[in-house]
T-cell receptor, first 115, second 115 residues
Framework: GESVGLHLPTLSVQEGDNSIINCAYSNSASDYFIWYKQESGKGPQFIID?????DKRQGQRVTVLLNKTVKHLSLQIAATQPGDSAVYFC??????????????FGTGTQLKVEL | NAGVMQNPRHLVRRRGQEARLRCSPV?????VYWYRQLPEEGLKFMVY????????ESGMPKERFSAEFPKEGPSILRIQQVVRGDSAAYFC?????????????FGEGSWLTVV
């Protein structure tokens, strides 16, 4: 069946270092891949997305890479800050009947930033 | 989290009681989604609604769970005869008519605890 999963459940980095969070997916029938950040007790917060016809997209301090050949997605955070500490989810988005979108989430990676 | 309002934020119910979770989407958004998050897991799609219509309920348990999005008022996720396994965070999301990963906004969630 379809699934979206993460390689590393916990990632610890030093403040100022770059972070790389990885994600594997198995279902190619999607139009977007999205990274969300979730802080404790809060809802998922959109970070960045990438269309399935792209292989790289950059935002402010974040870069998402998509490798469709091996069905792999990664999120790179530059100069990681304490405020980046959270759980990060990759999600696969595809259109469904009625004009809506269905998200399939991975299990998440806990990013811990050490001072 | 641009304006999706959920209440209550925290709810405690005894086994066998009913739980009602409410969601007001971002103003102007016509699509509402409910997701469930079990501890230490990613979010799982439950149901997609438009005004007065259930479009996709493929993620809803067959029994005890129901959802509605009436013409007036918030969307309601109703869980009858709750059991301990229903303890989870329930997130509502909304999006406008156009598709795209970055147009899905999540609320802060409703945390249900069944004792």
């Amino acid at each position: 069946g379809e699934s979206v999963g993460l390689h590393l459940p916990t990632l610890s980095v030093q403040e100022g270092d770059n972070s790389i969070i990885n994600c594997a997916y198995s279902n190619s029938a999607s139009d977007y891949f999205i990274w969300y950040k979730q802080e404790s007790g809060k809802g998922p917060q959109f970070i960045i997305d990438i269309r399935s016809n792209m292989d790289k997209r950059q935002g402010q301090r974040v870069t998402v890479l998509l490798n469709k050949t091996v069905k792999h997605l990664s999120l790179q955070i530059a100069a990681t800050q304490p405020g980046d500490s959270a759980v990060y989810f990759c999600a696969e988005n595809y259109a469904i009947t009625g004009g809506g979108n269905k998200l399939t989430f991975g299990t998440g990676t806990q990013l811990k930033v050490e001072l | 989290n641009a304006g999706v309002m959920q209440n209550p934020r925290h709810l405690v119910r005894r086994r066998g009681q009913e739980a009602r979770l409410r969601c007001s989407p971002v103003k102007g958004h016509s699509h509402v989604y409910w997701y469930r998050q079990l501890p230490e897991e990613g979010l799982k799609f439950m149901v997609y609604l438009q005004k007065e219509n259930i479009i996709d309920e493929s993620g809803m348990p067959k029994e005890r769970f129901s959802a509605e999005f009436p013409k007036e008022g918030p969307s309601i996720l109703r869980i009858q005869q709750v059991v301990r396994g229903d303890s989870a965070a329930y997130f509502c999301a909304s999006s406008p008519l156009d598709r795209g990963g970055n147009t899905i906004y999540f609320g802060e969630g409703s945390w249900l605890t069944v004792v």
